[in-house]
């Protein structure tokens, strides 16, 4: 019969050891939750070394990747044709008009313009340098089908949310940037065909930022 050799109790960990260990290993589960998990899952980044390197951007994608795909599920199931939800920051920082018949018709005075056909699932952003309080009027029409779009701003370690909607076709308003960075759009042709979307603007801003 062969018998194995035992541990020299000496060898062993301590109690103490052990849970020094434990706490470590909680302490680096944490930072990794924090740091990496939240800002590259979530767009959540309380740090912000997730901003630093990236990975908020791609959080932020995710989750607007992952709500976009639910409304269109909800529209599929209640098949109520366009559904639209908005949101809007009080405060004066946001102006909000819907256009009218007008909209396929280019106002000569817009200082600039932008267009740009999509394909269905294909997205695309367009952002305005701005300053804070700055205000710039714009007019966004989708030809031949319809959007899901984002009006929202970032800069300086700051980002917000304008406004949102889903299968729209066209929409025009003042946009007052809430703080002194880029501000604009964001779109994706959930539509069956080829979208055209086309932008213009005019204002207090210092440049369009295009793709």
């Given at each position: 019969m062969h018998n194995g050799n035992k541990p020299n109790p000496d060898e062993l960990p301590t109690s103490a050891q052990l849970i020094k260990s434990t706490i470590l290993a909680a302490v680096a589960a944490v930072a990794i939750l924090v740091t990496?998990?939240?800002p590259s899952e979530y767009g959540i980044d309380p740090t912000g070394i997730g901003k630093a390197?990236?990975?908020?951007?791609?959080?932020?994608?995710?989750?607007?990747?992952?709500?976009?795909?639910?409304?269109?599920?909800l529209l599929e199931i209640q098949n109520t044709g366009a559904i639209e939800e908005q949101s809007s920051l009080g405060g004066g920082f946001f102006s909000f008009f819907v256009g009218a018949a007008h909209a396929q018709t280019a106002d000569p005075e817009w200082t600039d313009q932008f267009?740009?056909?999509?394909?269905?699932g294909e997205g695309?952003?367009?952002?305005?340098?701005?300053?804070e309080g700055a205000e710039a009027e714009f007019l966004w029409v989708?030809?031949?089908?319809?959007?899901?779009?984002?009006?929202?701003?970032?800069?300086?370690?700051?980002?917000?949310?304008?406004?949102?909607?889903?299968?729209?076709?066209?929409?025009?308003?003042?946009?007052?940037?809430?703080?002194?960075?880029?501000?604009?759009?964001?779109?994706?042709?959930?539509?069956?065909?080829?979208?055209?979307?086309?932008?213009?603007v005019r204002g207090d801003y210092s440049e369009m930022k295009l793709p």
């Open positions: 990496v998990v939240l390197v990236g990975l908020a951007e791609m959080g932020d994608i995710k989750v607007q990747l992952a709500e976009e795909a639910e409304a269109d599920r267009s740009v056909t999509l394909t269905p695309i952003e367009v952002k305005l340098v701005m300053e989708a030809e031949n089908g319809v959007v899901n779009f984002d009006l929202h701003g970032d800069g300086g370690g700051n980002n917000i949310s304008y406004a949102k909607g889903r299968a729209v076709e066209e929409e025009e308003g003042v946009l007052t940037a809430a703080f002194t960075g880029n501000h604009g759009w964001f779109w994706r042709n959930r539509d069956g065909q080829d979208v055209t979307v086309t932008l213009y």
